[in-house]
Nanobody, 119 residues
Framework: QVQLVESGGGLVQAGGSLRLSCAASGDIFSMFTMGWYRQAPGKQRELVAVISTSGDTDGLDSVKGRFTISRDNAKNTVYLQMNSLKPEDTAVYYC?????????????WGQGTQVTVSS
């Protein structure tokens, strides 16, 4: 069983920055692809950014150039650096871990952290 604990959310003005952290425990962190998702009120949860075990990244077009996902396997932590925040980035942000080494497919979620961007 993997536990994911997010932190770093909060209230920020448009144009500001936040860094989200997700600390993992309970399994070998380097065997997981890590992702950040978000869910705004009344909307479906969407993938914001993902980082593979080898460090390859991908993300939502609307956040490319503003958000950066990274991981520190020594600290069992994945980060989401968010710059130039916009009101439309307001959402609850969730950390996700998917095991990509045998046994594959196990997926875990954090409890979420609120990000609010004021205009």
């Amino acid at each position: 069983q993997v536990q994911l604990v997010e932190s770093g959310g909060g209230l920020v003005q448009a144009g500001g920055s936040l860094r989200l952290s997700c600390a993992a425990s309970g399994d070998i962190f380097s065997m997981f692809t890590m992702g950040w998702y978000r869910q705004a009120p009344g909307k479906q949860r969407e993938l914001v950014a993902v980082i593979s075990t080898s460090g390859d990244t991908d993300g939502l077009d609307s956040v490319k150039g503003r958000f950066t996902i990274s991981r520190d396997n020594a600290k069992n932590t994945v980060y989401l650096q968010m710059n130039s925040l916009k009101p439309e980035d307001t959402a609850v942000y969730y950390c996700n871990a998917v095991r990509v080494r045998v046994p594959t497919g196990l997926s875990y979620w954090g409890q979420g952290t609120q990000v609010t961007v004021s205009s």
